[in-house]
C-alpha cells in the first residue's frame, strides 16, 4: 500500500512569490492534516480536512496560506506572497477515522529567499 | 495551554548501554499519546499508540509507557541503525491535530 506522497520534496522560491504544496494521502483515508516545523521548533499543526470540507483550520499563520481539497483526494497548499519567516518543512499526514494514527509523508522543505 | 517537552534534547550511547527518552505533558482530556521515529530528511514514521496511564507497548529494542503526566520510551541494547530522532505528540480532547514536543535526537555508537 502506497503512504502519503508529497510534491516537491524541496523548493527554493524567492521572498514574494507563490508557492504550491501538493499532497496525496493514503488512498481511502479521508482525513487529511497539514503540518509544519520551522527551524529549531516542533512540528505544529496548520490544518484538518475531512474529504473536502476544513474541520479544523485553527493553526493556519494568517491569510496567505490557502488549503484546499477539492473532490476530497489529494490536498494543496499555497503560500501567496511568501515570506521569509514561511521557511520550513511541510508535512502532510492522513487517516481512515480520526481516532487513528495519523501517517506522514516526507515532507516538502520549503526556503524562501 | 496544551504542551508537551521531551527530554533530553539529544542524546549519545554507545552500542548496547539503555536507555530512556521522556515525554511530559500537560493537556485537557488525553485522547492519545504517539512516538515516531525521524530519520533526516524523512517524515515522521510510526511506533506507538497508548491511550491510558499504566498502559505498555513494546517493538523489538523499543518499549513505550504512560502515566498521567509523563511517558517514557526506553531503549534496550540500542544498536547504531537505532539512531534517529524520537518524536512524542499527544492528541486533546475535543480536537483531533497532534500537538508535538521537539524531540530527541539519539546517536548509538557502534
Known amino acids: 500500500e502506497a503512504g502519503v506522497t508529497q510534491f516537491p520534496s524541496h523548493s527554493v522560491i524567492e521572498k514574494g512569490q507563490t508557492v504550491t504544496l501538493r499532497c496525496d494521502p493514503i488512498?481511502?483515508?479521508?482525513?487529511l492534516y497539514w503540518y509544519r516545523r520551522v527551524m529549531g521548533k516542533e512540528i505544529k499543526f496548520l490544518l484538518h480536512f475531512v474529504k473536502e470540507s476544513k474541520q479544523d483550520e485553527s493553526g493556519m499563520p494568517n491569510n496567505r496560506f490557502l488549503a484546499e481539497r477539492t473532490g476530497g483526494t489529494y490536498s494543496t497548499l499555497k503560500v501567496q506572497p511568501a515570506e521569509l519567516e514561511d521557511s520550513g518543512v511541510y508535512f502532510c499526514a492522513s487517516n481512515g477515522q480520526v481516532q487513528e494514527t495519523q501517517y506522514f509523508g516526507p515532507g516538502t522543505r520549503l526556503l524562501v529567499l | 495551554e496544551d504542551q508537551v517537552t521531551q527530554s533530553p534534547e539529544a542524546l549519545r550511547l554507545q552500542e548496547g548501554e539503555s536507555s530512556s527518552l521522556n515525554c511530559s505533558y500537560t493537556v485537557s482530556g488525553l485522547r492519545g499519546l504517539f512516538w515516531y521515529r525521524q530519520d533526516p530528511g524523512k517524515g515522521p514514521e510510526f511506533l506507538f499508540t497508548l491511550y491510558s496511564a499504566g498502559e505498555e507497548k513494546e517493538k523489538e529494542r523499543l518499549k513505550a509507557t504512560l502515566t498521567k503526566k509523563e511517558s517514557f520510551l526506553h531503549i534496550t541494547a540500542p544498536k547504531p541503525e537505532d539512531s534517529a530522532t524520537y518524536l512524542c505528540a499527544v492528541q486533546a480532547g475535543g480536537t483531533y491535530k497532534y500537538i508535538f514536543g521537539t524531540g530527541t535526537r539519539l546517536k548509538v555508537l557502534a
Open positions: 488512498s481511502g483515508h479521508d482525513n
